[in-house]
C-alpha cells in the first residue's frame, strides 16, 4: 500500500522561502511521477509541477517557473518541493501525489498548511 | 497549457436523484496511438485531500461504488452519479493528463443536497 507522508505545517515571512518533504513507503518510488499541487483557502487545485525520480528532471507550470524547485531523492524515498520569494497569495495546502499504475494521480499525501505573513 | 472548464460551478441535487457534471477541455485530450483519453475526475471532501474516482475519462478507480459513471470524448467529457447519497456532498474537479508531467484540473464543481 503506497503512502505520502508530508512534513508538517510552516510558517514564514515574505521573501523567505519554503521546503516541504514528502516520503513514500510503499511501491517503486523511483519509475512513478510525483507532483505537488497546491490549494489556495477556499480555492481550487493547482499543480506546481513535477518529477519522475529515475529520469532526475522535473517540470514545472509557467506560473511557478523560477520560483519552485522540486527534486527527489530515489535514496529516501522521498520528494521535496521548495519555493522562494514567498508572498502572502502564496498561503495554501501544498500536496505531493504520486502517479498509480493507472496513470493519474491515484496517491495523496496529507498536504501542508504554508503560511505566509509578516 | 491544456484550460479546463467545468460546468456548473455549483449544484444541488435532491438525495437518489441524479447529478451531473461536465468538463471541457480547450484542445483534444484524446491520444490516437491508444485511443485513450488523459481525462480524470477527483472528489474532495472539506479538510481531506482529493481523491481519484475515474481514470481514462471512464474507468472507475478501485473500490470507487459504480454510482459513479464517466463519459466523453475528445473535449467534453461528463461525470455522473447515479443515485445521490450523503457521502457524495464533495467538491468535484476533471484534470486532463495529456502530456507527461503537465497537468492542469477544471476550476470545481460544489454538489450539495438539496
Known amino acids: 500500500q503506497v503512502q505520502l507522508v508530508q512534513s508538517g505545517a510552516e510558517v514564514k515571512k515574505p521573501g523567505s522561502s519554503v521546503k516541504v518533504s514528502c516520503k513514500a513507503s510503499?511501491?517503486?518510488?523511483?519509475?512513478?511521477?510525483i507532483s505537488w499541487v497546491r490549494q489556495a483557502p477556499g480555492q481550487g487545485l493547482e499543480w506546481m509541477g513535477g518529477?519522475?525520480?529515475?529520469?532526475?528532471?522535473?517540470k514545472y507550470a509557467q506560473k511557478f517557473q523560477g520560483r519552485v524547485t522540486i527534486t527527489a531523492d530515489k535514496s529516501t524515498s522521498t520528494a521535496y518541493m521548495e519555493l522562494s520569494s514567498l508572498r502572502s497569495e502564496d498561503t495554501a495546502v501544498y500536496y505531493c501525489?504520486?502517479?498509480?499504475?493507472?496513470?493519474?494521480?491515484?496517491?495523496w499525501g496529507q498536504g501542508t498548511l504554508v503560511t505566509v505573513s509578516s | 497549457d491544456i484550460v479546463m472548464t467545468q460546468s456548473p460551478d455549483s449544484l444541488a441535487v435532491s438525495l437518489g436523484e441524479r447529478a451531473t457534471i461536465n468538463c471541457k477541455s480547450s484542445?483534444?485530450?484524446?491520444?490516437?496511438?491508444?485511443?485513450?483519453?488523459?481525462l480524470a475526475w477527483y472528489q474532495q471532501k472539506p479538510g481531506q485531500p482529493p481523491k481519484l474516482l475515474i481514470y481514462?475519462?471512464?474507468t472507475r478507480e478501485s473500490g470507487v461504488p459504480d454510482r459513479f459513471s464517466g463519459s466523453g470524448s475528445g473535449t467534453d467529457f461528463t461525470l455522473t452519479i447515479s443515485s445521490l447519497q450523503a457521502e457524495d456532498v464533495a467538491v468535484y474537479y476533471c484534470q486532463q493528463y495529456y502530456s507527461t508531467l503537465s497537468i492542469t484540473f477544471g476550476q470545481g464543481t460544489r454538489l450539495e443536497i438539496k
Open positions: 518529477t519522475i525520480p529515475i529520469f532526475g528532471t522535473a
Open positions: 484542445q483534444s485530450v484524446l491520444y490516437s496511438s491508444n485511443n485513450k483519453n488523459y
Open positions: 510503499g511501491g517503486t518510488f523511483s519509475s512513478y511521477a
Open positions: 481514462w475519462a471512464s
Open positions: 501525489a504520486r502517479d498509480g499504475s493507472s496513470g493519474p494521480l491515484g496517491y
